[in-house]
């Protein structure tokens, strides 16, 4: 449901200035892949190369390889020796490229701290402007994101392609000397991902010096810069269309892609009908905003309009508006960001004291922005965005590793694809990349709700006898994921709901070192009688992760360091109190919303709702005041996160907190200083990092996070031709036992349903309550 959150964070500069990093003379081109040795799985230079079956179709011919990207995620790799790029004088990476025209894809360079070093860290550059036709370009080794080590260059990846379904091509891929010619597509800095959604892409962006000093935003008593934009959430700006005003904002689905990272957005236009607005609700700008300013990044040549609109009358439906192109704005690009702004004055007849919105529109290139305010006065300033600030996490201490007399167990050394070691399954979630190879496996995920499974046993396992051992991982590559030990439910029976029952997750890595992870068992906090396997989930990165062994060892290397266990709250997928009952209702559409408020009390049953923050605080859509009425009835009100990511997804814990903070002031706020200690992830998505955080924000070492045992999949079938699947989907789970609801009132046929999914679930004798009350939690009201 979330849309492509690649994040990107610039144009990279002309080829020409390459020649400044070559140390020595080039002697001859390098060949990487001419593909004449495709059919082995193999390149020029003997090292791998292909898609680990992400693509629809593939194959080659002639030079080129050939293939059909997946609209789920796809990407084609290149590998080889380590290539010392700068001192042996290339200049570039020339390859061939044939895509749907005006189509783009990222071009990920794969780089190592040294020759003599394993692992990787990546760089990325978006290719656009391709013509069609097959094509040959050269990007230059400069201007990647990241700074990366030209001289310990590993590998190359294409990926994020603009268009599926569709034919594409890659061939003759080359290291080449010097490098001359100037490439024939534009190149935009990439920056590498989190997981997300869809081929979710995040990292710190390294800005560009401005052209002049900016004025810092003035302090408290003094006019100061009135932010439109910062860019801090992409759920923000194209889940829930708000800007930092609580205003809309949207392409209305007019953009190719539109991307937010580390407060830039960069906007890549389908084609000429292609916009973007910000609205401001009728702000009177008279006598004290002079202006707009913001950080623009576009390549040379790139051209846009900016119109303002303004109202005749503040609530009327009539606007009038004045439009500047960048050429009339005097504005000229070259690559690098720089502050660029307008004052009012250049648009004839803005009535500045109604201001509307602004309105960018007429692209023939991508553009990047950076924060975006309403300036004082007559001299330009630029707000200067806080940096990000992550609540403080328990004091990091060490913890003893006494020898355990546990016998070691070897669960998985990968040399089979369908079973572990154990004779158990083992296998990746839907969607998930993993490429078995010499008892290793490959796992490339851009979705953080994905994960990889090993099973103990496929009924219950009793793992007591190991609770002072410690799991073992032996990987390399990236550490940024989540290692959860799973828990069965109470009959051991996975027919029955929920399964699991529940698991606990500790955050890679905190336990690891370069080459391993270990982890003491005691610090998964489930019931060991009842364990089932490992899953290992959370992936806020797409850089692969290697991993060779899963075991069990008696003792850790002399020397570890383990850290302590930080607390992470209870995952629950079910109610605890016998034959009780609960509907736990997520945020939708405010229209709905008195709808369901009046359905639950004909029905006469308490419900939770959780609520998204940032729609709560939106005084135009009447939830807050909804919500307060339902709060007064009796009814739970917990948390949804602010603009509803899949938190887990995020790249750090700053941006996680940002959620949490902000979510938690809204309620606070609409709510007369209420909390809540009940936490629902948006798309169930879990995770450590997300776990810990929330343990942090909450104050409490124990927060709920709250599952489902029943799905009534409004996500798939509320729009479809066969919305009555949404009741199909409660019998199912009701039968199996689930007994806690997961629902949206986004759609019709759903708020339809409610009526019909009171009366199965009454009809199963159980008593409806509140989340709060069916966990048996003291602090929630009596019955």
């Avoid at 030990?485 to 070192?513: F, G, V």
């Avoid at 509320?718 to 009132?745: C, I």
């Amino acid at each position: 449901m979330l849309p492509d959150r690649r994040l990107l964070t610039g144009l990279v500069g002309l080829l020409a200035t390459a020649a400044k990093v070559h140390a020595q003379a080039c002697k001859s081109d390098l060949l990487i892949d001419d593909f004449s040795k495709w059919t082995a799985g193999t390149n020029n230079v003997d090292w791998l190369n292909g898609d680990d079956g992400s693509m629809n179709q593939i194959a080659a011919s002639s030079g080129e390889v050939v293939f059909v990207p997946n609209p789920t995620g796809s990407y084609f790799y290149e590998s080889f020796p380590c290539v010392a790029a700068q001192t042996q004088g290339y200049g570039g990476i020339r390859f061939t490229i044939q895509g749907p025209a005006g189509g783009s894809a990222a071009f990920e360079l794969q780089t190592s701290s040294d020759c003599n070093t394993s692992g990787h860290n990546s760089s990325y550059t978006v290719l656009t402007g391709l013509t069609g036709q097959r094509q040959t370009i050269t990007v230059p080794l400069i201007g990647f994101d990241n700074n990366p080590n030209y001289d310990a260059v590993v590998g190359l990846v294409w990926s994020e392609f603009s268009n599926t379904n569709v034919r594409w091509s890659i061939g003759n891929i080359a290291f080449v000397c010097g490098g001359d010619s100037t490439p024939p597509v534009s190149s935009t800095s990439l920056a590498p991902p989190p997981t997300t959604t869809t081929n979710t892409r995040r990292t710190t962006i390294i800005t560009s010096t401005p052209t002049r000093t900016p004025t810092p935003t003035p302090t408290s008593g003094v006019c100061s810069n009135l932010l439109i934009d910062d860019w801090e959430s992409q759920s923000r700006l194209t889940f829930l269309n708000y800007n930092a005003m609580a205003q809309s904002t949207s392409d209305d689905g007019t953009m190719s892609s539109i991307v937010v990272s580390s407060r830039r957005v960069m906007l890549t236009p389908r084609n000429k009908e292609s916009y973007f607005y910000s609205s401001f609700g009728c702000l009177n700008a008279q006598n004290k905003y002079g202006g707009i300013s913001f950080r623009i990044r576009a390549a040379r040549g790139t051209t846009f309009d900016v119109t303002m609109a303004y109202f005749d009358k503040c609530g009327s439906s009539t606007i009038k508006t004045v439009t500047q192109t960048s050429a009339q704005l005097k504005w000229t690009f070259d690559g690098t960001e720089r502050l660029y702004w307008f004052p009012f004055s250049v648009y004839s007849g803005l009535d500045i004291t109604k201001l509307d919105l602004i309105y960018f529109s007429n692209f023939n290139a991508a553009v990047i922005l950076g924060p975006m305010s309403f300036y004082c006065g007559s001299t330009a300033t630029e707000y200067i965005a806080p940096a990000a600030v992550s609540s403080a996490a328990p004091p990091r201490q060490t913890v003893a590793t006494p020898v355990s007399n546990a016998k070691a167990m070897v669960i998985d050394n990968f040399a089979n694809k369908d079973t572990n070691s154990l004779g158990e399954w083992h296998g990746g979630d839907d969607g998930m990349t993993v490429t078995f190879g010499n008892n290793m496996i490959t796992i490339r995920t851009n979705d953080s709700d994905l994960g990889w499974n090993t099973q103990l046993a496929n009924k219950c396992a009793d793992m007591r006898s190991y609770a002072s051992a410690y799991l073992h991982i032996a990987y390399s590559g990236s550490n940024k994921f989540s290692v959860a030990m799973q828990q069965h439910n109470a009959a051991c029976d996975d027919q029955i709901k929920p399964y699991p029952e529940t698991w606990d997750s500790l955050e890679a890595a905190r336990y690891a070192s370069a080459s391993d992870i270990y982890m003491p068992i005691n610090h998964f906090n489930i019931n060991l009688t009842r364990a089932i396997g490992f899953n290992l989930r959370g992936f806020y990165s797409t850089d692969p992760t290697y991993i060779t062994k899963i075991e069990i060892v008696d003792k850790v290397p002399s020397g570890w360091t383990m850290p302590n266990k930080l607390p992470s709250g209870k995952l629950v997928f079910s109610c605890t109190r016998p034959n009780s009952f609960a509907f736990a209702i997520d945020d939708g559409d405010p229209k709905y919303s008195q709808r369901v408020m009046e359905m639950v009390k004909q029905a006469g049953i308490p419900v939770t709702f959780f609520t998204v923050g940032l729609p709560l605080l939106d005084a135009s859509n009447n939830l807050s005041k909804v919500y307060k009425e339902m709060a007064i009835r009796g009814h739970q009100i917990a948390l949804h996160s602010y603009t509803h990511p899949k938190m887990e997804g995020l790249p750090d814990t700053a941006a996680i907190d940002w959620e949490y903070n902000n979510d938690i002031g809204a309620v606070k706020q609409v709510f007369g200083g209420m909390t809540s200690n009940y936490f629902r992830p948006p798309f169930g998505t879990e995770g450590a990092r997300m776990r810990q955080q929330l343990a942090v924000a909450l104050k409490t070492p124990n927060p709920y996070i709250v599952g489902w045992s029943i799905d009534v999949e409004d996500w798939i079938w509320a729009e479809s031709d066969t919305p009555e699947k949404q009741l199909d989907a409660f019998k199912r789970d009701l039968k199996k036992g689930g007994n806690l609801v997961v629902m949206h009132y986004l759609y019709e046929s759903t708020i339809k349903l409610i009526p019909e999914f009171i009366k199965l679930a009454k009809a199963t004798g159980k008593t409806m309550m509140r989340v709060d009350q069916c966990m048996e939690d003291p602090n929630a009201p009596p019955l």
